[in-house]
């Protein structure tokens, strides 16, 4: 049941279009979409971003090129801690991902670069513990 309210979710808000349109083409043009038992895999590691890569996967989802001041996870708690909402990143030691839609609780609809196995996924996932930064604030 829960997987049906994730991919209605998704569905719903249109979310691998905006996933397609946030990244820039020729990254996009990389990749292709398909779904496992975590998430839909929208890609792998992007060309010029290091072996950890969810920090620069990030910068490269937000901002539309590779901020290689934020490829380092810790780096990303430079920005103001804020409520989360769409736009905003999940961040803890060695890890952060971006929030789309929240889903339920704690429970998130997230892009997440490096998620496992060397993928980037949109995928429903619990952000306690995760401190939220605003990355466009100052």
């Not at 249109?14 to 043009?29: S, W």
């Not at 990143?89 to 609809?109: E, K, Y």
Request: hydrophobic share 40%; aromatic share 8%; glycine share 12%.
């Amino acid at each position: 049941m829960r997987n049906i309210a994730i991919f209605l979710v998704a569905l719903i808000t249109g979310f691998g279009v905006l996933a397609a349109e946030a990244k820039p083409k020729a990254a996009f043009q990389q990749t292709q979409m398909v779904m496992d038992a975590n998430g839909t895999v929208v890609g792998g590691r992007p060309s010029g971003c290091p072996h950890a890569y969810c920090g620069c996967e990030a910068s490269l989802y937000l901002f539309g090129h590779i901020r290689t001041d934020l490829n380092r996870a810790a780096n990303w708690m430079r920005f103001p801690r804020t409520s989360p909402a769409p736009g905003t990143v999940a961040v803890r030691n060695h890890h952060v991902m971006v929030l789309v839609n929240r889903v339920d609780g704690s429970n998130w609809l997230v892009h997440d670069g490096n998620s496992g196995g060397g993928l980037t996924r949109n995928h429903v996932v619990s952000i306690r513990g995760y401190a939220i930064v605003n990355p466009r604030g100052s």
